[in-house]
């Protein structure tokens, strides 16, 4: 394992829960937020404004709390989308991002006075209460239209390599037509990021995106920000993520979660060890085995052909040998 993994540095780890949500999680996140989210979807959509989805806690159980995020987000274009961010590894990880993407999914269909008051403070700025939201809320509107739905993009920062990926460092996935690749329904959208297949130095890093994605990678390991970074968006990052601007609460989470972040990476590391450790000793025996076939193989043509010399016939060659009577007549006039 590369100790550097394991070092603490001035600025918070992205990849520990605590890290994350110190970066991501919180109002003052927002700007940086934007930045990373516009450089992720260029081409696609420009978020001008966002906000929390709303304050519950939709994980699944308590070891999933404080890392994932939804993020209502408006578009210069006037759309709206629904971001999901997470970044912690657990069993069956394909299976369940496709369930957290259903159930954001569902959550429009199901809460659409909540989505409707979202979009409209979005477009204001400002909440709204439930009696304001109600003396505004337009006349019901046809059964079908409540389906109308927003687009729903899973983000997934990934510290780790997923064997259901290929590998690369960034999978984008639609859900298209199997023959021709033409998108059926743009609004289900998939960005996998597998950092640890993201290996730019900073000298080669010529974009924004570039640059923060190295930053994400890297920043644990640093004790200030690198004098070529000199993008608002990295000020603003390393005054989020410096460790000493934790509040006592914040630092003593953060201390445990670094801790659990890198007891996981040591048992990875030993998983992955022991299974490359596994695989070379199976190796060796499927070798030896193999070797082993092939010269008993070899021995039996040599008889065989010894034996023909000696007049035998065919029968007797292979009831002597083993071999077949096709094989001894392929075998001794080759």
């Known amino acids: 394992m590369d100790n550097m993994d394991l070092t603490c540095g001035h600025f918070v780890n ?24 516009n450089e992720l979807l260029a081409g696609e959509h420009r978020i001008e404004n966002l906000i929390f989805l ?102 997934f920062l990934m510290n780790f390599r997923e064997p259901g990926l290929e590998e690369k460092f960034r999978t984008d996935t639609v859900i298209a037509d199997r023959e021709s690749g033409k998108v059926v329904n743009p609004h289900f959208r998939q960005i996998f990021l597998q950092f640890p297949y993201f290996t730019k130095e900073l000298k080669d890093c010529e974009t924004l995106y570039d640059k923060l994605i190295y930053t994400l990678k890297n920043m644990q390991h640093w004790n200030r920000m690198p004098d070529a970074l000199k993008e608002q968006v990295f000020s603003r990052l390393e005054e989020l993520a410096a460790v000493a601007n934790l509040s006592l609460e914040d630092r003593i989470a953060y201390d445990k979660a670094l801790d659990r972040y890198r007891v996981s990476r040591i048992v990875e590391e030993d998983a992955r060890e022991a299974g490359w450790k596994k695989g070379l000793a199976e190796g060796r025996a499927e070798g030896r085995a193999e070797g082993l076939a092939e010269g008993q193989a070899k021995e039996k043509v040599a008889i065989a052909r010894n034996l023909k010399s000696l007049g035998l016939s065919t029968a007797q060659i292979a009831q002597a040998t083993g071999l077949t009577e096709e094989e001894v007549e392929s075998t001794v006039n080759s």
């Open 54 to 155: 709303d304050k519950e806690n939709h994980s699944d159980s308590m070891a999933d709390a404080g890392i994932i995020y939804d993020l209502y987000c408006l578009t210069d274009t006037g759309e709206y989308i629904i971001v999901e961010m997470q970044n912690r590894f657990h069993s069956s990880f394909l299976d369940r991002t496709l369930f957290y993407m259903c159930r954001a999914i569902g959550r429009q269909v199901e809460n659409l006075r909540e989505k409707r008051r979202k979009e409209r403070e979005l477009q204001t700025g400002k909440p709204e209460t439930e009696e304001d939201f109600l003396l505004s809320e337009p006349m019901q509107e046809n059964y079908g239209s409540r389906y109308k739905l927003s687009t729903v993009y899973g983000i």
């Open 14 to 37: 992205p990849f520990t829960d605590i890290g994350f949500k110190i970066i991501f999680g919180q109002p003052a996140s927002k700007e940086l937020l934007i930045t990373l989210l």
